[in-house]
């Protein structure tokens, strides 16, 4: 994570590194953050980057409330302590609440001592103002457009100022996706969908939370690119129903597949989860059923 920042176009900027920052500043020298990182690092990062340009915050926009989102909200409320956090209506609560990240990943048990970790629950955010994952969004005297990205998360937003477009983890670059290989997700029919919705948005340019800065000249090909590694992760789910077994079993069918090792529960529980949403999708067309057997929850075609 660098704490330069580097302008787009108009008064949109943003901060680089392995989560991209987004950063709107206003004619009255105030600063917008959109998403603040995995922790108090980054959020030490864009404290130095608002102060090298004379800028203060203002606000925090979280376009989701996974924790590599949120993480430096505390830090930058702490050293900003008039700033307000604003998050979409559907969000706001895993944000005040980031203990039920890590829970809804264990079943909604407790969870075990390796999921309560920065990658997974970051300190809680009070206060948080909702807003519409549709129309407007007015902060500070900028109007920004909020558009409904949801299905990576359950109410994920990007947001649109100046020709420039936040896609949040709506759309990732291409380097995110061979790492990962299956793209996490909530709901894959909305995963698509937002894909779709991104296709028609006017934008010059298209910030994923993770990867490169996209002309829209080349957004086409990015779309395709992740629409495509959504369609294979459910491809190989299906051929991994081919023999009936639990969960577990055909999680590590696409693991062997994909030719990945995880070696931390963090990275198995999250990948598990994306299985879990492509045998969700595959029921809902018809594709992929679960029976009650005496061995549990077995999965088939």
Request: charged share 20%; hydrophobic share 45%; aromatic share 6%.
């Amino acid at each position: 994570m660098t704490s330069e920042l580097q302008h787009i176009q108009g008064r949109v900027f943003f901060i680089a590194g392995s989560n991209n920052l987004g950063v709107i500043a206003t004619d009255s020298r105030e600063a917008l953050v959109i998403d603040t990182g995995i922790d108090k690092d980054t959020g030490r990062a864009i404290r130095k980057a608002l102060d090298a340009q004379g800028l203060r915050l203002r606000a925090i926009i979280n376009t989701h409330h996974h924790a590599d989102h949120i993480g430096g909200n505390e830090y930058l409320l702490n050293a900003y302590p008039d700033a307000e956090v604003f998050a979409p209506r559907d969000e706001a609560a895993l944000i005040e609440q980031p203990e039920l990240e890590p829970i809804y990943l264990s079943l909604g048990a407790a969870p075990v001592a390796e999921l309560r970790t920065k990658w997974l629950m970051a300190k809680p955010t009070a206060h948080v103002r909702r807003f519409e994952p549709a129309g407007t969004l007015d902060v500070a005297g900028v109007s920004l457009d909020v558009i409904p990205l949801e299905g990576h998360s359950i109410g994920q937003v990007g947001l649109a100022l100046d020709g420039v477009c936040f896609a949040a983890d709506s759309l990732f670059g291409g380097a995110t996706l061979e790492r990962h290989g299956v793209p996490f997700a909530h709901h894959i029919g909305q995963q698509l969908a937002s894909l779709a919705r991104l296709s028609d948005r006017p934008e010059d340019f298209f910030l994923p939370g993770h990867g490169g800065l996209t002309a829209r000249a080349d957004l086409a090909a990015l779309i395709q690119q992740n629409r495509a590694a959504v369609e294979r992760a459910t491809s190989y789910v299906r051929m991994a129903l081919r023999d009936p077994a639990p969960i577990n079993m055909i999680a590590s069918r696409v693991q062997r597949a994909y030719d990945k090792i995880f070696t931390t529960m963090p990275q198995y529980m999250i990948f598990l989860s994306a299985i879990s949403a492509h045998l969700a999708h595959l029921a809902e067309q018809g594709a992929a059923h679960v029976v009650i057997t005496g061995e549990g929850a077995i999965w088939g075609i």
